[in-house]
Structures are given as structure tokens and as C-alpha cells.
């Protein structure tokens, strides 16, 4: 299972936001340097759409329509929507410029955290071995409520593995993958991949003690399905130009205007070839 988290560093950050204003407080304190050369309060990689969703459908923002299954409703350039990149823009105010670009955010946001200069960082808990690696004194949380009251509320993902149909042995490679989701190795896959696994019994075992069990569980009553519909692939190019052009101070209800006319069009060509 995957959602983004709020990682923070203990050693800079000891209690983690609990709303916009403590996540703003945090921030701003003066022992971070945000435009500066020294400790950066938060990054993320705002940028690309995957990661900034989660601030306009907590405001009251959405893609479609009808649980995301009617692309006539378009909900990413509503009063919520733009409150929601508001917020964005405001955080891409305290954050290096370099975060702008989202080819390479990604590796300049990891990079900082694992030399011990950021404080907080948004991502999935597959950066955990490198946390770890790099002997940083790394804590999980939800994300913070903005303040409407709601969570910050990230996109939610499963995979699965599978077996390809041109399997040469596939009853040995059925029996392969039914070997390695058996219940005593989900720890072990836990821990070497920072990877959340579909596995009740490990979860059982381990929300009441396992730290990032525990921020897991709590974000992901939160988590936003990603948009099954042939129609979504249509809004990540402009949502992802819209979260970039905020970082050059671009105005948001204009960003997401522009976004909504490109996605409209793209919907209107997809079913023009189809």
C-alpha cells in the first residue's frame, strides 16, 4: 500500500504539525534558513500533481464528478481547488527554487534530508532505507489539517505482483509468488523495501507498536483513490504545468483555468480518435 507522509526530522522538528498554522510555525522558525544555505523547515515536490492533490481535495477541490466517473463534472478549478493552490503557492514561497522543477525535486529534496538539513519532507515510505542508511533520526505523521479543519488528503495506491503471460513455467511461477506473500516474510519485505505490505497479520501485529504502521493508518483513512477512467490520464500534463507555474509566482484561479481548458480539450480530442 502507498500514501505520501509527513517525515520529519526528530532532531530538528521534535513534535510534528498538527494544523496549517503549527506546520507555517515550524517553518518559519528561525533556525531555518528557507531560501538560504542553511536548514530548510520543508520540501516537497510540489510540482508534480501527485503530491500537490492532496492540498485541493482537502479544500474542497476534486477531478470528477460522481466519485471521479464523470469527466463532464470538472472540480479542479473550483473555489476549493484554488484555495488548495493557494496553500501550494504559499509553501512553493518557502522552499529553494530548485523545487520547482519536479524532474528534479525528487532527488534534491531526498538528497537534503539524508545530510540531516530538512526538517520536514513529503513522501512515500519507500525512501525509508535511505533514512535509515543515512543514520537520520527520522519520525511519520499525517499530514497537517489546513484550516477548514480537513487532513491534507494524498492520493492512495496498491500494487500487486503478476505473473506475465508469457510465462515459460507458469505453474512454478504461481507457486513462486504464492511463496513469497506468506505471512513470515512480510517483516522482512517491510524493512528492506520501506514498502507498506497488503499483509493483515503483519499489520495486526505491528499498529499498535510500529511507528510508521501507526502514521500509515492514520493518513490513509484520508488517501484518495487514483482516478480509474480512461479520462484521468487527460489531467496530469496541465495539473502538473498549473503546480509548477505557482513556483514562479503564478496566479492559482488563472494556473487552474488554464488547466481545466487543456483537459477539456484533451478529453475532446481522446474521444474525437475514439
Same mark, same amino acid.
Given at each position: ?21 503549527? %506546520?507555517? #510555525? ?7 534558513? +528557507? /531560501?538560504? =544555505?542553511? !536548514?530548510?523547515?520543508? *520540501?516537497? $515536490? ?9 492540498? %485541493?481535495? #482537502? ?7 460522481? +466519485? /471521479?466517473? =464523470?469527466? !463532464?463534472?470538472?472540480? *479542479?478549478? $473550483? ?196
Amino acid at each position: 500500500m502507498s500514501t505520501n507522509l509527513l517525515i520529519y526530522n526528530k532532531d530538528l522538528v521534535p513534535t510534528p504539525p498538527d494544523t496549517w498554522d503549527d %506546520l507555517m #510555525a515550524i517553518i518559519n522558525d528561525p533556525k531555518f534558513d +528557507n /531560501n538560504g =544555505d542553511g !536548514s530548510l523547515g520543508f *520540501l516537497c $515536490n510540489l510540482g508534480d500533481f501527485y503530491n500537490s492533490a492532496g492540498f %485541493l481535495w #482537502a479544500a474542497g477541490g476534486y477531478m470528477y464528478g460522481n +466519485n /471521479n466517473t =464523470d469527466p !463532464s463534472d470538472i472540480g *479542479l478549478n $473550483n473555489e476549493g481547488a484554488v484555495q488548495g493552490a493557494t496553500y501550494v503557492k504559499e509553501l512553493f514561497e518557502l522552499m529553494p527554487k530548485g523545487m520547482g522543477d519536479r524532474t528534479t525535486a525528487n532527488d534534491l529534496m531526498l538528497g537534503l534530508f539524508t545530510e540531516g538539513k530538512v526538517g520536514m519532507m513529503v513522501r512515500g515510505t519507500d525512501v525509508l532505507p535511505s533514512l535509515k542508511e543515512a543514520g537520520i533520526n527520522y519520525g511519520l505523521a499525517r499530514m497537517p489539517k489546513l484550516p477548514n479543519g480537513n487532513v491534507i488528503a494524498n492520493y492512495s495506491g496498491f500494487t500487486g505482483l503478476a505473473m506475465s503471460g508469457f510465462a515459460h513455467e507458469p505453474e512454478l511461477a504461481t507457486e513462486f509468488l504464492n511463496f513469497i506473500v506468506q505471512d513470515q516474510y512480510a517483516a522482512s519485505f517491510a524493512e528492506t523495501t520501506g514498502l507498506i505490505p497488503c499483509n493483515q497479520k503483519y499489520l495486526d501485529d505491528n499498529s499498535a507498536t510500529d511507528e510508521t504502521i501507526k502514521a500509515f493508518n492514520e493518513q490513509i483513512q484520508y488517501g484518495v483513490p487514483m482516478v480509474k477512467i480512461i479520462e484521468g490520464n487527460q489531467t496530469w500534463d496541465p495539473m502538473h504545468a498549473a503546480m509548477g507555474s505557482l513556483a514562479t509566482g503564478a496566479d492559482p484561479k488563472t494556473a487552474l483555468d488554464t488547466a481545466v481548458q487543456q483537459i477539456k480539450d484533451n478529453i475532446a480530442a481522446l474521444h474525437a480518435d475514439s
